[in-house]
């Protein structure tokens, strides 16, 4: 864990670092709504009563690299032990059939008679094969091209040729197939990920006179995000006007963000916000709803592009009602510095409280009048530190 390590200060949550739940939180967190995406990103759905199962077998590939590390390990070892102990199987029945084993213990048994094909005129399929034992080394030495030199084929038998043909075909495609699923878990989207992050807590408050839903999300890494998007989604529980009860029904909603449309420009951490207007799902959202009891989840996606893989990822997050903070607004983490802008990430998911009506948006844009009551906050400004410069020359009075 990077905050264990000190790298990152305690008080900056990621949304993939576990928390610490009080004890006293521990009865109410049995009561909250069942999260469709989780905090780090993982899809709270199971899958049960599959019955087409052979529909993962078609895509083999991907199949073994879903598997988790201990299985794909043992596939990986099991499939080099089996090719060599069936291929070993093969070259022992081969020098079984052409006699080599009963001509090889006749030479150890009376080494007068002549080595192979010396004076006594026999040539084996593969030399030096006395038993199986030599037979599966045999087959390791062909599979790996090790050529140790104390065994090889010879032009007496067609058909060990042939399997030394098939041997190598099997070799080749074994090793691209296992290698690629290697490569392929240890390069997965989602490890880019875990440095793609998004504050604790989401926030509404006024911005240009309405009332926003934002939330601040950062890279923790110098290599870019290529083509960077971001996308929201209200989860909820509606049913039709026929009475169809839809549990899971997913709502687009409209995002802004300090580039415009959806595609960002994610260098330093950026305050993604919503304009809560009469075509939001949240319009008639007040702080009275922001409770764990409500059936709310807003679900937020950042997709990219990685620079230095190519490789397209994404990272999800999700906010329940009781994460939303009513009357907030995020504090200021970007500070100019000797010249170049720093980013204070012990301060990432920090709010400060600013005047905001108890009211939803629709009552707000009905009534324009709460407003007026309204004090106003002092505008966020980007803090620069003054550096003190040292003159390089002094200016006299004095004729020289």
Known sequence: ML????????EY????LAEDVPDHARYRA???RARFVGKNGACNVAHKNIREQG???QDVFTTLVDLKWPHTLLIFTMSFLCSWLLFGMVWWLIAFAHGDLDHSTRLQRDPAEGTAGGPSGFVPCVTSIHSFTSAFLFSIEVQVTIGFGGRM??????AAILVLIVQNIVGLVINAIMLGCIFMKTSQAHRRAETLIFSKHAVIALREGKLCFMLRVGDLRKSMIISATIRMQVVKKTSSLEGEVVPLNQIDIQMENPVGGNSIFLVSP????HVIDKNSPLYDISPLNLHHHEDLEIIVILEG???TTGITTQARTSYLADEILWGQRFVPIVAEEDGRYSVDYSKFGNTVKVPTPSCTARQLEEDRSIMDTMPLSPKGTMRKRSVKLKPKFTISDKPS
């Open 305 to 307: 592009v990685v620079e």
């Open 3 to 10: 905050s264990r390590k000190g790298i990152i200060p305690e």
């Open 153 to 158: 084929v010879t032009e007496e038998c067609p």
């Open 270 to 273: 950026l305050i993604i916000y």
């Open 30 to 32: 049995r009561e909250r």
């Open 13 to 16: 949550v990621l949304t993939r």
């Open 55 to 57: 529909r993962f077998l």
